[in-house]
């Protein structure tokens, strides 16, 4: 392979000199550089190695961004795709790298060890100037990695760790807002739909135990507010329906409204964590012939594009 050594030799300068051509051209007269690049495009010197030249100047010019789950779910959750759009349009990154690095649950997996020890790996070994992390559960090896290099970095909704900066809103009060809000309306057989209170792949029915050892700190603060608004209205907590969808996929959803709706026929009202879960609660009642809002009342969270459209009421609303 040729090096930046062959190509001095060649065109008869220094080594600093070539490096100069391509990285302080500055330092070099035209007619110096020009040759210089010329004999390296003649030895098909592809340039310096651009990760020694971003150690070399402190940087390698890439932001990392932990999402929660696998890859296609970046592209395919509404509120993760407008996080990434968020990201584009912010002017100062038009010139930085975004690596994406996508943690599926390690709860699925043959070895969760494993899973995890390689998911801290690649946060530990990423060539990134900084991180994003993006709603990801306590405790998270991955994460602590990442804190553990000392770089920059910027939690978004989750988890809540020193070391980090924290962007986020009040899940807890925009929560029990959005129940406060069904119960204004005179609703008291309320049941209420989680995507995932832990990062362990379970699903079904979610009992009181269940809900308190939520790891997902998203989740854990939504159920939280719920919890304190039915409370406050004189219902009983461990008697308000619960149904966790375990993922962020398709058929998870479908098979947790699917549950929640077969097993309590008489509920007036659906508090749902999710705006994606809201939605597929709409298409299931349409397909049963079950009239929102007249026969049963739908609340979701995060307000994404698609329940405008909808007509869906999302907290925390615009």
Known sequence: MVTMKDVARAAGVSQPAVSYAYNRPDQLSAEVRERILRVASDLNYPGPDPVGRGLRRGSVGAIGLMVTDSLPYAFD?????????????IGEMAEVMLTLLPLRSAAEAEDPADVETRQAKMSGDSLVDGFIVYSLPDRHRAVEAALARGLPTVIVDAPRVQGGSYLGIRDRQAARQAAE???????????????RLSPDGRSGIADDARRRSARDGVARERVIGYQQALRAAGLTWRDIPMVEAGGFDKSATEQAVNLLLDNCPDLSAILASTD???????????ARAIRVPDEISVIGFDDVPDAAAAGLTTWPSR
Do not use: N, S
């Not at 509404?78 to 996080?83: E, F, G, K, R, W």
């Not at 809000?181 to 995507?195: A, K, Q, S």
């Open 77 to 89: 959750d509404p509120a993760t795709v407008q996080l990434l759009r968020g990201i584009a349009e």
């Open 276 to 286: 994606v879960l809201a939605l597929q609660t709409l298409r299931e009642l349409q």
């Open 181 to 195: 809000h069904l119960l204004g309306l005179g609703h008291r057989r309320i049941g209420v739909l989680m995507d």
